[in-house]
């Protein structure tokens, strides 16, 4: 079965612009989550999607938002970009809801705010 | 608050060493535990996982863990490491409320 897919792969965008980053999930797996990963700082959780609804939210500001379809596919928004806001985003898929039994990940969406 | 703390944070060694990698989380209730890899380049992939049962889990290419609850533990050993062991490792908690927290990376440089 096909992977976790995510699109863009990188990503440079201008400061105050915004952003929108995409993720298909594994066949079948209705929970999705979003992760910003930077070095030293590990992952850091951003929101959880399960069956088009938001299960969970990190510490992360309202400029991040995100949304389920109905296929499972979840895109995440993020909004007048900051300098800050460069890192590697990680979309993580679950059978259940919140990776109770482990994380299929993608390769990432690598942005940069220039 | 929930946290994961991994406590190093770059670890170099020569091949054959003996690798014990620390995992220490703050949460109280029944936990989901793994340990994910990340090859250079590559995405993260679960190593291995705890759920109940034998507290020592062995995982791929020679992996293994051991739970120890009384110390909030769940560190990731290897006998003898290889140079194509250099990624870094990610310890994570699923606790009960569901959601995965990871601790902030250990980086493996294992030199030939």
């Known amino acids: 079965k096909a992977g976790v897919t995510q699109t863009p792969r990188y990503l440079i965008k201008t400061r105050g612009q915004q952003v929108t980053l995409s993720c298909s999930p594994i066949s079948g797996h209705r929970s999705v989550s979003w992760y910003q990963q930077t070095p030293g700082q590990g992952l850091q959780f951003l929101f959880e999607y399960f069956s088009e609804t938001q299960r969970n939210k990190g510490n992360f500001p309202g400029r991040f938002s995100g949304r389920q379809f109905s296929n499972s596919r979840s895109e995440m928004n993020v909004s007048t970009l900051e300098l800050g806001d460069s890192a590697l985003y990680l979309c993580?898929?679950?059978?259940?809801?919140?990776?109770?039994?482990?994380?299929?990940f993608g390769s990432g969406t690598r942005l940069t705010v220039v | 608050a929930q946290s994961v703390s991994q406590h190093n944070h770059h670890v170099i060694l020569s091949e054959a060493a003996s690798l014990e990698l620390g995992c220490n989380y703050s949460y109280g209730g029944t936990v989901n535990l793994f340990w994910y890899v990340q090859y250079p380049g590559q995405h993260l992939q679960l190593l291995l996982k705890y759920f109940s049962g034998d507290p020592l889990v062995k995982g791929i290419k020679g992996f293994e863990a051991e739970f120890i609850k009384s110390k909030f533990s769940f560190n990731l050993r290897k006998p003898s490491v290889q140079w194509s062991d250099t990624a870094e490792y990610f310890c994570?908690?699923?606790?009960?409320?569901?959601?995965?927290?990871f601790g902030a990376g250990t980086r493996l440089t294992v030199k030939p």
């Open positions: 993580a898929s679950s059978l259940g809801a919140g990776g109770e039994h482990g994380y299929t």
């Open positions: 994570a908690v699923n606790a009960g409320n569901n959601d995965m927290r």
